[in-house]
């Protein structure tokens, strides 16, 4: 098993480029010559609309999302960059669900396209529930390089546990 937990079940040979990026001293250059520019969705109301309009784009038919913010303890929790809800209850003769989605603070400060690949992975699980190959389809579908962005999101969360071991 790697020593980089983000990145199990990556094949060895990715593992260990990222291993040497890191060994040299360049696991930062390489993301933000990729990845530059952070986001500005810094705020629930901002992240909100961000996911609204790729819901609105993508999954316009599925069921309405009842809650969208940051979470500054998700990441330390429940071991999750996001989470998606469903609760369903009775209200007399009638059933109400709630969707619900929360994404780590994690990506408060990342590049935008990690943003988005978290959030089409939460807004996926709108659709489908399970990790299944439909829920693929449906990422990619939404973001056609989501599996890149999906390996270069766990470099960045690598990137960040470096440089926490470093302070």
């Known amino acids: 098993m790697s020593s ?16 040497r990026l890191i060994d040299n001293n360049k696991l930062a250059q390489y993301l933000f010559s990729r990845y530059p520019q952070n986001h500005e969705f810094k705020n629930d ?13 993508f999954l ?11 979470d500054n303890k998700l990441h330390v929790v429940k071991n999750a960059l996001g989470t998606h809800t469903y609760v369903s209850r009775i209200h007399g003769s009638k059933l109400k669900s ?28 709108v659709k489908e529930l399970e990790h299944n190959k439909a829920f693929y389809k449906l990422c990619t579908h939404m973001l056609p390089n989501y599996h890149q962005l999906e390996f270069d999101t766990r470099v960045y969360l690598t990137y960040l546990e470096t440089q926490k071991g470093e302070n």
């Open 45 to 57: 109301k901002q992240l909100r609309d961000y996911v609204m309009a790729i819901k609105n784009q």
């Open 60 to 70: 316009k038919k599925s069921a309405p999302i009842n809650k969208i913010q940051y």
């Open 98 to 125: 709630k969707n619900e989605i929360r994404i780590s603070s994690i990506f408060k400060l990342a590049p935008e396209p990690f943003l988005n690949m978290i959030t089409v992975h939460e807004l996926a699980h």
């Open 4 to 19: 980089l937990p983000y990145l199990n079940g990556y094949p060895p040979n990715l593992i260990d480029q990222i291993e």
